[in-house]
C-alpha cells in the first residue's frame, strides 16, 4: 500500500477533535465560524463560476501550461471511486482494475484496486504542521460521496498517480478542482519547485488577501521548507 511523502498515519489531532480529557466538548465558536466560511467559499466556486475576461485569459494560459510535453501523449482521463484523504493532497482511489491493469486487492470497492493520487500544482500542510490536520478534513470533505476524474499527468510505481482531479456531484451539475478549492480555502500552497498555473498563482494570492485559512498566520512555513 503506498504513502504519501506526508505520513498520513502521523499522531495529531484532526480537524475538529477534542482532544482535552474527559467527555468530548461541542465544537468551539471559532471552529464553526471556520467550516462555516470554508462552506461558503465553496459554495461561491460551484454555483458562480469566473467568467470575467481575465479569468478566461487566465485559463487559456493555464490550458498552454497544463498540457503533456509535446511527445504525442494526452493526459489520461480516468474516473475512479474516493476512499479516504491521506493529506490535503494526496487522495486514496480506487482504479478499475482494466484500467490499473492489475489484480485487484481487498479493501477496495468490487473490480478496484487502490491508488493515490497527489494534486498536480499544489502542496498542503503535512501532518502536524498547522493547518495539516484541517487540508485532510476539507480534501475529504469535497471529495467525500462525490464522482473523481483525474487527468494523470504521471504515473509512479505501486499505483501513484499525480495529476488534476475534479469532484462532480452526482445529482448536481457543480464540479471542482480539488487542488484549486484548497488553495481558495487558504489550506494549500500552488507548489512553487515545479511548473504550476497561472490560476493557482491567482487563486493563492485571492486567498492571502482574504487572510483565509494558513495565511492568519503572519509567516506560514511551507511544506518543503517544513
Not at 515545479?194 to 511551507?222: D, H, I, K, N, Y
Amino acid at each position: 500500500m503506498p504513502s504519501p511523502d506526508r505520513d498520513p498515519n502521523a499522531s495529531g489531532p484532526t480537524a475538529g477533535e477534542n482532544t482535552s480529557d474527559g467527555e468530548n466538548t461541542p465544537e468551539s465558536l471559532p471552529d464553526r465560524e471556520d467550516r462555516r466560511r470554508q462552506e461558503d467559499i465553496l459554495q461561491e466556486d460551484i454555483l458562480q463560476p469566473r467568467n470575467t475576461s481575465r479569468c478566461e485569459e487566465g485559463s487559456r494560459r493555464e490550458e498552454k501550461e497544463d498540457r503533456w510535453p509535446d511527445s504525442g501523449l494526452i493526459p489520461a482521463a480516468i474516473e475512479v471511486v474516493f476512499l479516504e484523504a491521506l493529506s490535503g493532497d494526496a487522495l486514496r482511489v480506487g482504479l478499475s482494475a482494466s484500467e490499473a491493469h492489475a489484480p485487484e486487492r481487498s479493501g477496495t470497492a468490487v473490480g478496484r484496486v487502490p491508488a493515490v493520487v497527489y494534486l498536480w500544482g499544489i502542496q498542503a500542510p503535512r501532518p502536524g504542521q498547522p493547518f495539516g490536520a484541517a487540508a485532510t478534513e476539507a480534501a475529504g470533505r469535497i471529495c467525500k460521496g462525490k464522482r473523481l476524474r483525474v487527468a494523470a499527468r504521471s504515473a509512479g510505481p505501486e499505483g501513484r498517480i499525480t495529476g488534476s482531479v475534479v469532484a462532480e456531484g452526482k445529482e448536481t451539475s457543480g464540479r471542482q478542482d480539488v487542488g484549486r478549492a484548497l488553495i481558495r480555502l487558504g489550506l494549500a500552497w500552488q507548489d512553487q519547485r515545479r511548473p504550476s498555473s497561472a490560476q493557482l498563482r491567482s487563486l493563492e494570492q485571492e486567498a492571502r488577501r482574504e487572510e483565509v485559512g494558513l495565511w492568519q498566520q503572519a509567516s506560514p512555513t511551507p511544506p518543503w521548507s517544513w
